[in-house]
């Protein structure tokens, strides 16, 4: 006759021995039955950021329907759709299309959130319903406070592109530089930064002037800060108010004094040149945080998503990478369960494990027990533990004869 408290305790055993080989290895997915897995992708079709918004939508859908056709979606199968709603550019706006997704879509995450106001507007919403949130904007408050490990930032911190800006410009011999900073977010988070290390180079900080979105002039904002001959002006801004300001500049004559703005606004896919004509933009330099594109995570993601040869598309490959990092973070966690995948994100891009730029082949390393590091489209990135990105490059270009001319890489 056997004896029931031996037997108990040779479970006991082998089931703790289990569980410590499961906590050692990476969690493997199972088959599981269920429909789609639905990730949300909150976009600008319209507003500021419209020139970005159709670019990052495509790539959220290429990127699912890649992981979907060669490595069978995730967890046994189950498929990745996605769900595009317009932001508009917008908080109130965004707020709304982000209660769709969450309310009606039923996503079990959010992406793309190329403006910082409104990944803080719906940031509340999601982390009350303990849905990830994965962001294109640079506001230092959108991975500030107590997020529950469920905001994660693929794009460069405000603060520190601030500092990035500084340095180009006394690079290029600037030594007294006036600010003309947009009253967001984003724009605001460079502000101090920029300022702190422009004055550790040996440089002058002549002025700093806010503006509001949408004003009928800019004209003595100009006036003011241009009028005191400062070498560089840091001027963060979106596309309609740097279009509406790089105008007034040229016809008050201060086209001598360097303009240093960001490359969402002084780009903006080409429609920067296209608004205000190659005179105007002359000379305008502008700054952006670059995919490595000689990587073989963005040739795969360029090649899949059909960017054109020579293009550094930058939105789009960090959406790429938002749906890259969930699909593995689901396979690792073995379950589509967004508070339990979650987990998940933070170890499949810092590793330890096999460096992987490859979505499929991440899905299949997970599936053969193997740890990994994605490394990826849109930066050769790892996260802090409050969700930020380490290792991001700079490029700064400069607009000549109606073109961009990338100048300088900067970290």
């Known amino acids: 006759m056997t004896d029931s408290s031996s037997f108990e305790r040779r479970a006991f055993l082998r089931a703790a021995g289990a569980s410590l080989a499961a906590l050692a290895a ?120 107590d997020n529950k490990g469920l905001v994660w930032r693929f794009q460069a911190r405000g603060s520190d592109w601030g500092a990035v800006f500084a340095r180009a410009a006394l690079k290029d011999g600037a030594r007294k530089a006036s600010l003309l900073v947009l009253q967001t977010p984003f724009t605001l988070s460079m502000v101090e930064p920029f300022a702190a290390e422009f004055r550790k180079g040996g440089g002058q900080v002549l002025d700093t002037v806010f503006y509001n979105p949408n004003q009928p002039s800019y004209r003595a904002e100009v006036e003011k800060v241009f009028g005191k001959k400062p070498d560089a002006v840091f001027l963060p801004s979106y596309l309609p108010d740097l279009s509406a300001i790089a105008r007034e500049v040229y016809r008050s004559g201060f086209s001598d004094t360097r303009i240093y703005a960001n490359s969402s606004s002084a780009d903006a896919e080409g429609a920067f040149i296209k608004n205000v004509g190659k005179a105007v933009a002359e000379g305008i330099h502008h700054i952006q945080s670059i995919p490595p594109a000689d990587s073989t995570a963005y040739k795969t993601f360029a090649r899949v998503a059909g960017i054109p040869a020579g293009t550094l598309a930058i939105f789009p490959s960090n959406v790429w990478d938002e749906i890259s990092v969930l699909a593995l973070a689901i396979e690792r966690a073995g379950s589509a369960d967004p508070q339990v995948f979650a987990r998940s994100i933070l170890p499949v891009v810092n ?58 890489t900067l970290k």
């Open 351 to 408: 590793g330890p494990g096999k460096t992987v730029e490859n979505p499929v082949d991440g899905l299949k390393a997970l599936r053969a027990r193997q740890a990994i590091a994605y490394s990826g489209a849109g930066s050769r990135f790892q996260f802090t533990p409050t969700g930020d990105q380490l290792n991001r490059e700079y490029g700064h270009f400069v607009i000549r004869n109606g073109a961009n001319q990338l100048v300088d």
């Open 26 to 145: 990476p969690q493997l997915a199972l088959a599981q039955g269920g429909g789609p897995i639905r990730i949300g992708v909150l976009v600008p079709l319209s507003g500021g950021g419209g020139a970005y918004g159709q670019g990052m939508a495509n790539a959220a859908r290429k990127a699912a329907d890649y992981i979907n056709a060669e490595a069978g979606g995730v967890l046994g199968g189950r498929k990745l759709e996605i769900l595009v709603e317009d932001s508009e550019s917008n908080p109130t706006a965004g707020v709304a299309a982000a209660r769709k997704l969450l309310d009606v879509g039923k996503v079990s995450a959010i992406v793309g959130l190329w403006s910082s106001a409104v990944a803080m507007a719906i940031k509340p919403l999601t982390i009350e319903k303990g849905i990830p949130l994965l962001v294109s904007g640079s506001g230092d408050e959108v991975t500030q406070g």
